[in-house]
């Protein structure tokens, strides 16, 4: 599985941006992983920010980002997105995409399997 992160960028707290995960399969298709992103900020850990399902139905947020950030999927386009607004200075890190080989478990940071490369947001109060 490969897995190619795009969309980071800066911009002022209140802004909005469109994180893309393009992503590559063999032997199994990318409608069977569950997929979520990551963050990683200097000093910290990285933190489970969003999870989805195989086919959509169920998805995660971190309590930090709930009603501001959405995860979802297309399918048809082996590509997940995280629609970021009402960002602040505290979301400022490096998102990364991940898949799960287990298409319904998105909550547990261990249950990720693959990861792309990072794409970093930074948010200017």
């Known amino acids: 599985v490969q897995l190619q992160a795009s969309g980071g960028g800066s911009v002022q707290a209140g802004g909005s941006l469109r994180l893309s995960c393009a992503c590559a399969?063999?032997?199994?298709?990318?409608?069977?992983?569950?997929m979520g992103w990551f963050r990683q900020a200097p000093g910290k850990e990285r933190e489970l920010v969003a999870g989805i399902s195989w086919n959509g139905g169920s998805t995660y947020y971190a309590d930090s980002v709930k009603g501001r950030f959405t995860i979802s999927r297309d399918n048809a386009k082996n590509t997940v997105y995280l629609e970021m607004s009402s960002l602040k200075p505290e979301d400022t890190a490096v998102y990364y995409c991940?898949?799960?080989?287990?298409?319904?478990?998105?909550?547990?940071?261990?249950?990720?399997?693959?990861w792309g490369q990072g794409t970093q947001v930074t948010v200017s109060s």
């Open positions: 399969t063999s032997g199994r298709t990318f409608s069977s992983y569950a």
């Open positions: 991940a898949a799960g080989r287990l298409p319904t478990i998105i909550t547990m940071t261990r249950a990720y399997d693959y």
